[in-house]
Each structure stands twice: as structure tokens, then as C-alpha cells.
């Protein structure tokens, strides 16, 4: 069975930013596990003062971002090959839909956070396969963090790519790491 859908991470992936997650996760109090998961839990009240001050950091950061070398040509390249890309990021919709029209970036399905469904869970994943009418050995993943891979992993997806950043892991089981969009063209092609 062939590859017929790439899904794609946002920050730091299609977009390189300079997030500072250990001082917004001290500033938010969160000790461990997800961000979302955390302020999810929180009482109304201070989960949104909470969330409203993650939003600021991630409005900053957004109006910062640049666009990831080699994505436009490589978006092209699947757009030419008939392979269908969905965008599954942890950022909400409003800086993604800032990101998609600054960087004129399109794509056959956007899921942000305000879906319920967000990384390290599967859940996104399993969304945009179960939209488009796919399976999980026909979905390739492409991020830069653990996140991504355990989203990927608990969806069932095999292909695995993760871009080299300062935010890699370690142990990436069965994820190919690569350092550029040219290198996971390379791979695809033998998919």
C-alpha cells in the first residue's frame, strides 16, 4: 500500500519560532505532562487566565515565525504527486489561520486545538484519517517533537518523520529523524 496522505506539525515544523516552553510552562505551573491537558483541569476561572496567557506568548511567537526552508517547494511536490497534506497543530486557530494566509500555505484539512483533540494523544491523527477516508500505513507524520511522535504512535502510524531542532529527543523509536524537507522527499519517493 502506497502513501497517499502527509500530516504535518505547525510550530517548528512548517514554521520555525523560538518558543521558550520551560519558562511558559513555569509561568503557567505546569510541572508535567501537556500544557492543554493541565489547563484543562483547572478551574474556570484560572484555567482561562491561565489560557489567555499562553494565547500572549503564542500571538508573540506567531507574528515572529518564518517559514521553514524548503516547505513551499515541498508542499508543491506532494501537490504534484496527488498526495493529500493535513496540518494537525497544538496552537489554536486564529494564529494558524495568521501563519496560513501570511505564508499563502494550504492544505486539504486543518485540526487546531479548539477541536478537542490535541497532541501526544493519537486523537488528531485519527480525526484527519477518519475525514479523508485513509488508514494509518497509508499516513506519513512530519514534526520535531516527542509530541508528534507519540500522537503518531498511538494512531498507528508507522512513517514517522522528524525534523532535527534543538527541541529533537533522544530516543525517537522508530522515527527517521532528517534535517531537511528534501530528505523526507527522498524517503518518500522510496515509500
Not at 15 to 40: H, P, Q
Request: charged share 30%; hydrophobic share 40%; proline share 3%.
Amino acid at each position: 500500500m502506497s502513501v497517499k496522505l502527509v500530516i504535518f506539525d505547525l510550530d517548528g515544523t512548517v514554521v520555525e519560532n523560538n518558543y521558550d516552553w520551560a519558562f511558559i510552562r513555569k509561568t503557567l505551573g505546569v510541572e508535567n505532562g501537556s500544557i492543554l491537558s493541565y489547563l484543562d483541569r483547572l478551574p474556570e476561572t484560572e484555567r482561562k487566565e491561565k489560557y489567555a496567557r499562553l494565547e500572549e506568548f503564542e500571538r508573540q511567537q506567531t507574528r515572529l515565525a518564518r517559514l521553514k526552508p524548503g516547505i513551499q517547494e515541498f508542499l508543491a511536490y506532494l501537490r504534484s504527486t496527488g498526495l493529500r497534506t493535513a496540518l494537525v497543530t497544538n496552537n489554536n486557530r486564529e494564529n494558524t489561520e495568521y501563519l496560513l494566509k501570511k505564508f499563502n500555505l494550504e492544505f486539504d484539512l486543518v485540526i487546531t486545538r479548539e477541536s478537542g483533540l490535541y497532541k501526544p494523544t493519537g486523537e488528531p491523527f485519527k480525526e484527519v484519517m477518519a475525514r479523508l477516508e485513509l488508514k494509518p500505513e497509508e499516513t506519513v507524520v512530519i514534526g520535531d517533537t516527542h509530541y508528534d511522535l507519540l500522537a503518531a504512535e498511538q494512531a498507528g502510524i508507522a512513517n514517522i518523520f522528524i525534523l532535527k531542532s534543538s527541541m529533537t529527543p533522544d530516543n525517537l523509536g522508530k522515527a527517521v529523524v532528517v534535517n531537511s524537507f528534501e530528505e523526507i522527499k527522498v524517503q518518500l519517493e522510496k515509500l
